[in-house]
C-alpha cells in the first residue's frame, strides 16, 4: 500500500482577509464514459506532494480558522482516458475524520496544465490551535470510472 505521510505544518500568517473563499471542487458525476476499462484495468492512484496546515485563528477569522489539506494525484505515464474522466473517493480506514474533512461521495478531478495529474484540496473550520482535535487517521483512496472503482493508494494523516 502507498503511504504518504503528511507533517504537520502551522500557516503563520498575521494578516486576515476580508473574505475567505475555497475552490474545494464539487461532486464526481461519471455522465459517459469515453474508454472501455475494464474493472481490473482502473489503476491505483500515484500520491504525491501532500500539504496541511492548521487554523490559527478563533472562529469567525476569515481563512486564519481554516485547516487545509491538498496534495497530488496522478494516473500511470500515458494512461488513457485522462484524469479529468476520473471520480477520486476516500475513506478513512483508520483513526476518525472528527471534523468530516472527506465526503461521502466520489468528487471530480480536474487536470492540472492538461496532463495526467491533478491537485484535490480539502478545507474545514479547524479554529485555533488550543481548540484543535488531533488529526490521526489512514486515508484510502481510490479512483471511480463510471460507477466502478480501482485498487486503493492510502496515506497517513498525524
Request: charge should be negative; include cysteine; aromatic fraction near 8%.
Amino acid at each position: 500500500m502507498l503511504r504518504l505521510v503528511l507533517a504537520l505544518a502551522l500557516s503563520l500568517s498575521a494578516t486576515s482577509a476580508l473574505a475567505c473563499s475555497f475552490d474545494v471542487g464539487g461532486p464526481y458525476e461519471p455522465g459517459v464514459v469515453t474508454g472501455d476499462i475494464a474493472i481490473g484495468d482502473i489503476p491505483r492512484p500515484i500520491l504525491s506532494d501532500a500539504h496541511l496546515t492548521r487554523g490559527t485563528e478563533p472562529p469567525g477569522s476569515s481563512c486564519d480558522d481554516a485547516g487545509t489539506l491538498s496534495f497530488r494525484v496522478g494516473l500511470p505515464d500515458g494512461f488513457e482516458p485522462g484524469i479529468g474522466e476520473f471520480g477520486l473517493l476516500l475513506d478513512v480506514v483508520e483513526g476518525d475524520d472528527a471534523y468530516h474533512i472527506f465526503p461521502d461521495v466520489p468528487i471530480a478531478l480536474r487536470s492540472d496544465e492538461g496532463g495526467g495529474t491533478a491537485r484535490v484540496f480539502f478545507a474545514w473550520l479547524d479554529g485555533a490551535p488550543r481548540d484543535h482535535v488531533r488529526l490521526k487517521m489512514t486515508v484510502e483512496v481510490r479512483f471511480v470510472y463510471g460507477t466502478r472503482q480501482g485498487p486503493p493508494g492510502a496515506f497517513r494523516i498525524e
